[in-house]
């Protein structure tokens, strides 16, 4: 009895420290992160799929966002968005995956529906490390040597107002040119006049390509306002070549 007794005192402390530990580095960046996850398009790249996970603070409860994209049109599908957060927070040694696979497994038929292949993810062309958002956008380039082409994509934003107040908007430049020489093709990605309440900033985390070599996803990293900080979360812009 004394065994199992230190042994449940060990547990309760354990969890107390994780509380801890989780609410001291939530205060750090004030807010919460989330995880972002490429989910794979179809077959012929003309949908994507991916989605999201994180858990609130600092209440702990996990929550994930699960999106489907028509990527010809850069449109979430019909009822293409999907989203739940537990009622209950997270246990030791939780992370909030746990919610998303169940957010995939209860859609499924979204996912199959629109042919989706878990197998078939994005081929990354360009991976940030900068954890710093840019005030003024960014210019970046990449090049793609399986289909013989090299890009330079420049992310304009526009920021208005602060705080609880800020809006904003931002599209993207973006020139292709094959590697061997010749023309250049220039495209707008994105809608600009769209404004979205309450984000103050926008960073190309990574660009994606799908098999075919015909479908770009950008995913953009928001830094979203929130009552105790900033918030991350995840969208993409999606071209087809």
């Known amino acids: 009895m004394r065994i199992k007794g230190n042994s449940m005192f060990f547990k309760k402390t354990v969890l107390i420290v994780l509380i801890t530990l989780l609410t001291c580095v939530s205060a750090l960046w004030a807010g919460d992160t989330a995880v972002f996850v490429d989910l794979g398009f179809s077959p012929d790249g003309r949908t994507y799929t991916f989605g999201q996970y994180g858990v609130q603070s600092p209440s702990l409860r996990p929550w994930a966002d699960l ?142 390509i799908d098999s075919g070599g015909n479908s770009l996803i950008f995913v953009i990293e928001m830094k979203r306002v929130a009552s105790n900080g900033y918030d991350i979360r995840y969208m993409v812009e999606a071209l087809r070549l």
Request: aromatic share 8%; proline share 5%; net charge positive.
């Open 67 to 208: 999106y489907v994209v028509d990527v010809t049109r850069n449109a979430f599908v019909q009822n293409g968005r999907v989203t739940i957060t537990e009622n209950t927070p997270i246990r030791l040694g939780q992370d909030g995956s746990g919610v998303l696979h169940r957010l995939v497994s209860n859609n499924s038929s979204l996912t199959s529906r629109h042919n989706i292949n878990f197998q078939n993810q994005g081929q990354p062309l360009y991976i940030s490390r900068n954890t710093t958002p840019p005030e003024n956008g960014e210019t970046i380039d990449f090049r793609d040597f399986e289909n013989g082409k090299s890009y330079v994509a420049q992310l304009v934003p526009t920021i208005t107002g602060n705080g609880q107040n800020v809006s904003s908007r931002f599209y993207i430049n973006l020139e292709a040119r094959p590697l061997n020489g010749g023309q250049s093709r220039s495209y707008t990605v994105g809608t600009p006049g769209f404004a979205r309440q309450g984000i103050a900033s926008y960073n190309i985390k990574r660009v994606l």
